[in-house]
């Protein structure tokens, strides 16, 4: 059997991948900060008939996070990670924000992705089969309120992205950031940056879970190192990926003033 | 011989060596009283002794600049020594020491390179931005890389990329806060500048294209005498644009949103853009 590995698997978005994934086949091992969240996201993909391993952990923490990769590598074949833990931090303005928790946005949503793949993907590249699936957002290529650690720590994943595909290509694995838009969960609904996003901007956690199934089925492969959005149609985008690669597109860029622009 | 009182306080990061020693000379050529920041004392004396030989007037402030308490010394110290920075800017850069696929770089070092590339340069602005906002005025300069930007041939230094990409997030967000302040900050590109970093960074020096120090010291002293103020916030490559036909059009530049770092769209009906 192989295994898929959540992380942030304790509630919200992570939690219902984690039990998508395991329903679709997959032993999942599901990482969080608390070990009582992972023990209810356990009981739901058992109750669902699926295999749920819990290790806690804290993605910021390599020793932690080499300890996942072991016991995930003890189960089986890891094919799939998802790196999902996150958070937004406050949209406070620089002047009055707190240094340590800003930080802490950055090690939470940049080092935390790259910890992670750096000890599943050896095992990944040398089996030559994987999927890595960065959770991702616009808000990492756009102005956010406030001065925004989430949108540096996520326009920096997205590079890290796009790296991790140009070092994986030929290999069997792939890397895709995928953004899930606003789903309603215990982090969206107490986010201050999210306060205000009429309800038609939500996408439903469904569309969200059909878009990461999609994402590690092998269906969106072409895409690698590119952003998805669960709301594209990412059929058509798979269709077209030639010349999404080709020009570079899908992914952070510098933005040129005009055709002229000798940068970007 | 430079007039050390005819401009304001400048502050460089990573002042010993490379580009950090070159804008630090460079500024204090132009009068600017200098604070020289870097983690060794020897080469910050060593160009605290060419500032002083010129006629210029700069103090070492040495600092490690992704531990807090020590930048907030060194700004501290510059700011009795010489007076409150007017001018910042954040140079110190670090890369990994060899090019590996990212996931064989030791993934302690692989951080210790985003602490300094991007916890620095924001440890400095929380440090030194708020006097400016008081007084309506400061500049901030962060030295980005086109490597933030663009995939690189082999795919390597994924650290130091990443880094430079959130540098210029950094930037963007903190201009979206400065907006009408009368503090600007801005990033630039010095392009490929023979220094201790970049000598090994694409192989054999004698086959490299190498930009002239000079390219990115004069940028330094436009930027540092307002000239690039209206391109707040975007980024500007010492070697390759012509800092002139940007400014010219730097009203459109802003209003498209331009020289920032965004989602590029696969067609114009991209629904995401």
Redesign the interface.
């Known amino acids: 059997m192989t295994v898929a590995v959540v992380t942030g698997a304790g509630r919200g978005i992570g939690r219902e991948v984690a039990r998508r994934l395991a329903r679709d086949g997959r032993t999942v091992v599901v990482t969080a900060r608390s070990a009582d969240q992972l023990a209810q996201t356990v009981a739901l993909v058992e109750a669902d008939g699926g295999t749920a391993v819990a290790v806690t952990a804290d993605v910021t923490d390599a020793d932690a996070v080499r300890g996942v990769a072991e016991i995930a590598e003890a189960l089986g074949d890891v094919d799939v990670l998802v790196n999902n833990a996150g958070v937004t931090g406050d949209a406070t303005p620089f002047l009055a924000c707190d240094i340590d928790a800003w930080w802490r946005v950055v090690e939470i949503d940049l080092r935390g992705p790259a910890l992670v793949a750096h000890a599943l993907l050896p095992g990944m590249v040398a089996r030559g089969r994987g999927w890595v699936v960065n959770v991702n957002s616009l808000g990492g290529a756009k102005e956010l309120p406030g001065t925004s650690a989430y949108g540096v720590a996520k326009g920096a994943l997205m590079r890290l992205t796009r790296f991790l595909a140009t070092e994986t290509a030929g290999t069997g694995v792939v890397v895709l950031d995928v953004s899930p838009g606003l789903v309603h969960t215990a982090m969206t609904d107490g986010a201050a940056i999210f306060a205000g996003v009429p309800e038609e901007d939500w996408t439903s956690m469904d569309v969200v879970l059909d878009g990461m199934a999609l994402a590690v089925s092998g269906r969106l492969d072409a895409l690698s190192g590119r952003f998805v959005h669960v709301e594209d149609d990412l059929e058509s985008l798979a269709a077209r990926a030639d010349d999404i690669v080709a020009a570079d597109t899908r992914t952070l860029r510098l933005r040129p003033y005009g055709p002229d622009d000798p940068i970007g | 011989m430079p007039d050390p009182t005819s401009r304001g306080v400048a502050l460089v990061t990573g002042a010993g060596r490379g580009i950090g020693r070159d804008v630090s000379l460079a500024l204090a050529a132009e009068g600017w009283s200098v604070g020289l920041l870097g983690r060794s004392r020897g080469p910050l004396d060593a160009v605290l002794g060419e500032v002083a030989r010129g006629g210029g007037r700069a103090v070492a402030v040495p600092a490690d600049v992704t531990l807090?308490d020590q930048v907030r010394a060194a700004v501290d110290t510059l700011s009795r020594d010489l007076g409150p920075p007017d001018l910042v800017i954040s140079n110190a850069g670090l890369r990994e020491q060899a090019t590996s696929?990212?996931?064989?770089v030791d993934?302690?070092e692989?951080?210790r390179v985003?602490e300094t590339n991007?916890?620095g340069p924001?440890?400095l602005?929380?440090e030194v931005?708020?006097a400016m906002?008081a007084r309506g005025s400061g500049r901030l300069l962060h030295i980005g890389s086109?490597m933030?930007?663009?995939?690189q041939p082999g795919?390597r230094w994924?650290a130091y990329?990443?880094?430079k990409?959130?540098l210029?997030?950094?930037t963007?967000?903190?201009a979206?806060?400065?907006d009408g302040t009368g503090v600007t900050v801005l990033e630039t590109s010095p392009g490929l500048v023979r220094t201790d970093m970049t000598e090994t960074m694409w192989g054999p020096p004698d086959e490299q294209s190498w930009n002239p120090v000079e390219q990115i010291t004069a940028l330094v002293r436009r930027f540092a005498r307002g000239d690039l103020d209206a391109l707040h916030g975007r980024?500007v490559?010492a070697a390759?644009?012509d800092v002139d036909a940007?400014l010219a059009?730097a009203g459109?530049?802003v209003a498209?949103?331009?020289?920032?770092?965004?989602?590029?769209?696969?067609a114009p009906d991209?629904?995401?853009v």
């Open positions: 807090r696929v990212p996931w064989e993934a302690d692989w951080w985003v991007l916890r924001f440890l602005a929380h931005l708020p906002v086109g933030g930007q663009r995939p795919g994924s990329s990443v880094s990409a959130a210029g997030r950094l963007d967000t903190l979206a806060g400065l980024f490559h390759r644009d940007l059009q459109a530049i498209a949103d331009a020289r920032t770092l965004r989602l590029r769209p696969y991209d629904p995401l």
